[in-house]
């Protein structure tokens, strides 16, 4: 049984082995407490998980996809239109070997745009498992963090809904972030979209 150490049982001092053990624990004991109850603190708080977005503008809208559902951004290249496809397949461009289809979704989804898509507009290279294709948008706006289990997502206005209603079936909210509203499309969904990977 190994004895209480007394105050001047310390490494300084000639005792036992057993008594200078017995004087670590002591003056551990505080800093091993304190670092369990950290542990256990830790443990039970929600750790945030931040998912980064490429937000764009669609349709006069503030929008944004998930960074890794894009494999490229940058500036459209030349596009070379097909004939018989809808008129939401601009058309074909190369990228970096590849041939993909152009997917107007302001023109899939019913929307509204000021401006024509054209040369010189920015484009996102969706990638889902085995399907790509390059979504043209007017403008890159940003990067914006959204944290699925800390973020909670607003409806769509009523007039927004209306205007917006093709794009229901993708949406998954509205993020208030840095006094600006963009709403969070759903990646895999949109990659999965039978009707889009038709024509990939």
């Known amino acids: ?10 490494p300084n001092n000639g005792c036992s082995l057993q008594e200078l053990l017995a004087f670590i624990d002591l003056e551990t004991a505080p800093a ?9 603190q830790r443990g039970r708080q929600k750790i945030s998980k931040k998912s980064p977005h490429i937000s764009f ?21 030349t596009i070379t239109p097909l004939p018989n496809v809808p008129g939401w397949i601009k058309g074909i461009v190369q990228l970096r070997g590849e041939i993909l289809s152009v997917v ?27 399907f790509k294709c390059c979504l043209p948008v007017i403008r890159i706006t940003g990067l914006v963090n959204y944290d ?13 809904a209306d205007r917006l209603a ?20 759903d990646s895999e969904k ?6 889009i990977r038709k024509w990939q």
């Open 1 to 10: 049984m190994v004895s209480t150490p007394t105050p001047d049982a310390s």
């Open 32 to 40: 091993l407490a304190q670092d369990r109850a950290w542990q256990q």
């Open 57 to 77: 503008m669609l349709g006069g809208y503030e929008m944004a996809l998930a960074i890794d559902s894009l494999q490229e951004i940058g500036t459209l290249p």
């Open 166 to 185: 093709g794009l229901a079936g993708f949406f998954r909210g509205v993020l208030a972030v840095d006094h600006r509203r963009v709403g969070i499309l």
């Open 104 to 130: 107007d979704l302001v023109a899939l989804f019913g929307l509204v745009e000021e401006r024509r898509v054209g040369q010189g507009s920015s484009f996102l290279l969706l990638k889902q498992q085995d």
């Open 190 to 195: 949109l990659g999965q979209s039978p009707l």
């Open 148 to 160: 699925k289990q800390g973020d909670l997502l607003e409806p769509l206005a009523p007039g927004q």
